[in-house]
């Protein structure tokens, strides 16, 4: 059984156009964001100076887009968990710690692929 709603290139504009949102209102509201888009922005031309392959660039690139794709998922649980109410619950916080501990290990993936690239290059 299919959803309904629209389809084919309708659908893709609606998608988009939700997506344009999503990135708005996280670069309005969250500041992490800001910084890990910003950081992306000059770390993407370095990914491309220090691999010296395509594989090497892919996996550079790949980890930090990773960090700004699970920044946006810590920040939609976040909202979500806020909607809820201000009340402290033990779940709620488990959630966002969970969602921050997810942002945690991209960065240090991050690292360890900068690195491990890094030395194999100048090491």
Same mark, same amino acid.
């Given at each position: ?24 209102? $996280? ?8 910084? @890990? *888009?910003? *950081?992306? +922005?000059?770390? $993407?031309?370095? &990914? !491309?100076? !220090?691999?010296?392959?395509?594989? @090497?660039? &892919?996996?550079? +690139?790949?980890?930090?887009?990773? =960090? =700004?794709? =699970? ?19 033990? !779940? ?8 921050? $501990? $997810? /942002?945690?290990?991209? +960065?240090? +993936? /991050? ?13």
């Amino acid at each position: 059984m299919s959803k309904p709603g629209k389809t084919g290139i309708a659908r893709i504009i609606d998608a988009g156009t939700y997506s344009y949102k999503g990135i708005r209102a $996280a670069w309005i509201n969250e500041a992490a964001f800001r910084q @890990e *888009l910003c *950081l992306l +922005l000059i770390m $993407a031309p370095a &990914a !491309l100076w !220090l691999g010296q392959n395509a594989t @090497e660039q &892919a996996i550079l +690139l790949a980890s930090c887009f990773v =960090v =700004v794709i =699970v920044e946006l998922l810590n920040s939609a649980i976040e909202a979500a968990i806020d909607r809820i109410g201000p009340e402290h619950h033990e !779940l709620s916080g488990r959630a966002k710690d969970m969602g921050s $501990a $997810a /942002v945690f290990f991209s +960065l240090a +993936l /991050v690292v360890v692929c900068w690195s491990l690239i890094a030395w194999q290059r100048f090491g």
